[in-house]
C-alpha cells in the first residue's frame, strides 16, 4: 500500500507560481509511474503531467510550457511547480501512482486545492 499526501496549494493571482509536493509513504515510489490531476467544479479529473521510474514526463495540452513535474526517489516525493498561473488552472490537485506495468492508477492523494484569481 502506498499512501499519498499532497501540499502547497492555495491561492495566487494570474501569473504568479505554486509548488505542489506529494509525498509518499508504505513504501517506496521509485519504480512507480507519477502523476498529476485536477478537477475543476463541475468537470472531469483530467491529466496534469507524469513521470516514469525513467524521468520521462508527458503533460496536459493546456500546461505545457508553463509546469514542471519532478520526482526525487531518495526523499519518496514528486513535485509539481506551476509557473504562470491562469483562472483556468483553479482546481483540486491529485497526486497518484501506478505500477510501470498498470494501465490504471491505484493510489491517489486527498488532493489539495489550487485558486488561481484574476
Known amino acids: 500500500q502506498v499512501q499519498l499526501v499532497e501540499s502547497g496549494g492555495g491561492l495566487v493571482q494570474a501569473g504568479g507560481s505554486l509548488r505542489l509536493s506529494c509525498a509518499a509513504s508504505g513504501r517506496t515510489i521509485s519504480s512507480s509511474t507519477m502523476g498529476w490531476f485536477c478537477q475543476a467544479p463541475g468537470k472531469q479529473r483530467e491529466l496534469v503531467a507524469t513521470?516514469?521510474?525513467?524521468?520521462?514526463?508527458n503533460y496536459g495540452d493546456s500546461v505545457k510550457g508553463r509546469f514542471t513535474i519532478s520526482r526525487d526517489n531518495a526523499k519518496n516525493t514528486v513535485a509539481l511547480q506551476m509557473n504562470s498561473l491562469e483562472p483556468e488552472d483553479t482546481a483540486v490537485y491529485y497526486c497518484?501512482?501506478?505500477?510501470?506495468?498498470?494501465?490504471?492508477?491505484?493510489?491517489w492523494g486527498q488532493g489539495t486545492q489550487v485558486t488561481v484569481s484574476s
Open positions: 513521470i516514469t521510474s525513467g524521468g520521462t514526463t
Open positions: 497518484a501512482a501506478r505500477a510501470k506495468w498498470a494501465t490504471a492508477y491505484e493510489y
